[in-house]
């Protein structure tokens, strides 16, 4: 990607710092202030600095800070990486998954027991306002005029570019905000410096994103309606996929469902993606090559013809390496058995890592029944899968213990990742293959177009369209290497979503739609319980960070 090779301390990094310290006063940006540099210097190469304090924004995505350092104070610098915030909230109480290290921070946080002071709480709040807040000083620099590109038609188009893109990635940013904590502050370009952003509403945020989305959507496509974005880069594509999310849980957060403008801009993205790979879908021919080191191929603007990851996050040896996305998916969860173990896993020879693993992630046994397997747990014909640890290496099923003392006896791996290079055949690829490191090189998809194909069969079902529900949905089903659907209900439709896109950070979201989260549904552990019982009523939303409610008044969520 070649904007990471221009990385400084950006303006909208130092500008952000300000803003969002007002707003919490728990965090610790780099303290160097770029725009002391003054303006005059960013005339002298407006193109060169649009492009670095743009790369400055994606970087946040990416990694936790600037050099290493992390951009949120009190928090582990891994954890507080913007995929790790999110499947910390979406995931890890959740059947498909559990963090099992019980430190002070974590402990009781994989049972669904959250208080308002619990740091996860304040660093994953913290992660996303970050983002948030680098978005609209990004816009707000180029509005204020720093860059002098008025009457210059180049410098004003690729300004208008990189304002969308930052809107774009505003969204998804606010996605796991309103998704998580409900009525959260609105912050936009038009935000001040150190001034506070309202606490809205959870419906009149929504309204605010989706039409901004919408806009975004419309100007793309009024340039080039098959317009698809750089490698790295957000467009067209992630803005429509994101109002797809954003509409498909409309009910949840504003009462009333918007299932037609869910399938409308689901199609849209469909019908521009599809045509080679799967069956024509536009899915990749093998499962895994969603997850593998050559993943960068198969996103938008990738190497090869098929574009099934529409946003990722990337991650590349040496230049942009961090401990999330593909490295913590896949170190998270394994191990290194040593001859005393009961368990066996060579991560070396398994997956190429470089690392002798975390030990930090099992999944919850009713996750894994939801896959078919043989009587004792040791093969499934479901690709998705393959590479597992099961039953197979003298892993155990059953969770007896959620923690690290008991890795291997308590809850198989659904490792989904792999440092190998996969080829066109799904094979792996030893001469692409990079070599070993404890940091992974791995991209992460954040969306993919098999999400939006079982979201448009959600809402197709909801809208009875039962037959393009159940073709989407078949595309996904098939692909795995599992018999076709005669047909597809709404229950067997968020078993295949689980299926297909456990620790894509969507769990959480898709229990609570399907009203499965608080009750009429348990798994090990849940609630604290070794069998499960229901979380308290209030949980549907995660505490307010309760120092942002106390230094800003803002209203704290039911129950907390």
């Given at each position: 990607?070649?904007?990471?090779?221009?990385?400084?301390?950006?303006?909208?990094?130092?500008?952000?710092?300000?803003?969002?310290?007002?707003?919490?006063?728990?965090?610790?940006?780099?303290?160097?202030?770029?725009?002391?540099?003054?303006?005059?210097?960013?005339?002298n190469?407006?193109?060169?600095?649009?492009?670095?304090?743009?790369?400055?924004?994606?970087?946040?995505?990416?990694?936790?800070?600037?050099?290493?350092?992390?951009?949120?104070?009190?928090?582990?610098?891994?954890?507080?990486?913007?995929?790790?915030?999110?499947?910390?909230?979406?995931?890890?109480?959740?059947?498909?998954?559990?963090?099992?290290?019980?430190?002070?921070?974590?402990?009781?946080?994989?049972?669904?027991?959250?208080?308002?002071?619990?740091?996860?709480?304040?660093?994953?709040?913290?992660?996303?306002?970050?983002?948030?807040?680098?978005?609209?000083?990004?816009?707000?620099?180029?509005?204020?005029?720093?860059?002098?590109?008025?009457?210059?038609?180049?410098l004003?188009?690729?300004?208008?570019?990189?304002?969308?893109?930052?809107?774009?990635?505003?969204?998804?940013?606010?996605?796991?905000a309103?998704?998580?904590?409900?009525?959260?502050?609105?912050l936009?370009?038009?935000?001040?410096?150190?001034?506070?952003?309202?606490?809205?509403?959870?419906?009149?945020?929504?309204?605010?994103?989706?039409?901004?989305?919408?806009?975004?959507?419309?100007?793309?496509?009024?340039?080039?309606?098959?317009?698809?974005?750089?490698?790295?880069?957000?467009?067209?594509?992630?803005?429509?996929s994101?109002?797809?999310?954003?509409?498909?849980?409309?009910?949840?957060?504003?009462?009333?469902?918007?299932?037609?403008?869910?399938?409308?801009?689901?199609?849209?993205?469909?019908?521009?993606?599809?045509?080679?790979?799967?069956?024509?879908?536009?899915?990749?021919?093998?499962?895994?090559?969603?997850?593998?080191?050559?993943?960068?191929?198969?996103?938008?603007?990738?190497?090869?013809?098929?574009?099934?990851?529409i946003?990722?996050?990337?991650?590349?040896?040496?230049?942009?390496?961090?401990?999330?996305?593909?490295?913590?998916?896949?170190?998270?969860?394994?191990?290194?058995?040593v001859?005393?173990?009961?368990?066996?896993?060579?991560?070396?020879?398994?997956?190429?890592?470089?690392?002798?693993?975390?030990?930090?992630?099992?999944?919850?046994?009713?996750?894994?029944?939801?896959?078919?397997?043989?009587?004792?747990f040791?093969?499934?014909?479901?690709?998705?899968?393959?590479?597992w640890?099961?039953?197979?290496?003298?892993?155990?099923?059953?969770?007896?213990?959620?923690?690290?003392?008991?890795?291997?006896?308590?809850?198989?791996?659904?490792?989904?990742?792999?440092?190998?290079?996969?080829?066109?055949?799904?094979?792996?690829?030893?001469e692409?293959?990079?070599?070993?490191?404890?940091?992974?090189?791995?991209?992460?998809?954040?969306?993919?177009?098999?999400?939006?194909?079982?979201?448009?069969?959600?809402?197709?079902?909801?809208?009875?369209?039962?037959?393009?529900?159940?073709?989407?949905?078949?595309?996904?089903?098939?692909?795995?290497?599992?018999?076709?659907y005669?047909?597809i209900?709404l229950?067997?439709?968020?078993?295949e979503?689980?299926?297909?896109?456990?620790?894509?950070?969507?769990?959480?979201?898709?229990?609570?739609?399907?009203?499965?989260?608080?009750?009429?549904?348990?798994?090990?552990?849940?609630?604290?319980?070794?069998?499960?019982?229901?979380?308290d009523?209030?949980?549907?939303?995660?505490?307010?960070?309760?120092?942002?409610?106390?230094?800003?008044?803002?209203?704290?969520?039911?129950?907390?």
């Amino acid at each position: 990607m070649k904007i990471f090779n221009k990385l400084f301390l950006s303006a909208a990094v130092v500008a952000s710092s300000l803003t969002f310290g007002s707003c919490t006063g728990d965090m610790d940006l780099l303290p160097t202030d770029p725009k002391s540099q003054t303006a005059d210097k960013f005339k002298n190469d407006p193109a060169g600095y649009m492009q670095a304090l743009i790369a400055d924004v994606y970087l946040q995505y990416a990694t936790y800070g600037v050099n290493g350092n992390a951009a949120v104070k009190n928090f582990d610098g891994g954890m507080s990486t913007f995929q790790r915030s999110a499947w910390l909230l979406e995931e890890a109480m959740s059947d498909e998954a559990s963090w099992i290290p019980n430190d002070a921070d974590y402990g009781l946080f994989q049972y669904g027991i959250i208080p308002a002071d619990n740091t996860v709480v304040m660093g994953t709040y913290s992660r996303f306002f970050i983002n948030i807040a680098l978005c609209n000083q990004f816009i707000q620099t180029v509005n204020d005029g720093f860059f002098n590109i008025e009457g210059n038609p180049e410098l004003e188009s690729m300004a208008a570019e990189f304002i969308r893109q930052a809107k774009v990635l505003r969204a998804g940013a606010y996605w796991y905000a309103i998704d998580c904590f409900g009525d959260v502050p609105y912050l936009d370009e038009n935000t001040e410096m150190g001034q506070v952003g309202p606490q809205l509403g959870r419906e009149e945020l929504f309204n605010r994103l989706t039409a901004g989305l919408e806009e975004v959507v419309a100007e793309y496509k009024a340039i080039d309606p098959n317009q698809k974005a750089k490698y790295g880069y957000v467009g067209l594509d992630v803005a429509e996929s994101l109002l797809v999310k954003y509409y498909l849980n409309a009910e949840v957060y504003t009462g009333k469902a918007q299932w037609a403008k869910c399938l409308e801009h689901a199609n849209a993205v469909i019908n521009r993606l599809k045509g080679p790979g799967f069956q024509g879908s536009g899915l990749c021919n093998y499962y895994h090559q969603n997850f593998a080191y050559s993943n960068k191929q198969m996103s938008i603007g990738g190497a090869n013809a098929v574009n099934e990851i529409i946003w990722t996050i990337p991650q590349d040896q040496p230049n942009l390496l961090s401990y999330a996305n593909g490295t913590f998916l896949l170190n998270g969860l394994i191990g290194t058995s040593v001859d005393s173990d009961t368990w066996r896993l060579n991560p070396l020879e398994r997956y190429n890592a470089g690392a002798s693993g975390w030990k930090c992630i099992v999944a919850r046994r009713q996750f894994v029944e939801k896959f078919e397997w043989n009587s004792n747990f040791t093969y499934s014909p479901d690709q998705r899968t393959a590479l597992w640890c099961t039953a197979a290496d003298g892993f155990g099923i059953d969770c007896t213990v959620l923690d690290q003392e008991h890795y291997g006896n308590n809850g198989f791996l659904p490792v989904k990742f792999t440092n190998y290079a996969l080829d066109e055949n799904g094979e792996i690829d030893r001469e692409n293959s990079p070599a070993p490191t404890d940091q992974l090189g791995i991209d992460c998809p954040m969306i993919r177009l098999a999400e939006i194909y079982l979201s448009a069969a959600e809402a197709a079902l909801h809208e009875g369209q039962n037959d393009i529900a159940l073709t989407y949905t078949n595309y996904v089903r098939e692909r795995a290497g599992m018999p076709a659907y005669d047909v597809i209900t709404l229950q067997e439709l968020e078993n295949e979503r689980c299926r297909e896109l456990y620790y894509e950070s969507v769990r959480r979201s898709d229990l609570i739609r399907y009203g499965k989260w608080i009750s009429g549904y348990t798994w090990q552990w849940k609630g604290n319980v070794a069998s499960g019982v229901d979380f308290d009523s209030n949980f549907n939303l995660f505490p307010l960070p309760a120092s942002v409610c106390a230094r800003n008044g803002y209203h704290q969520n039911p129950g907390y």
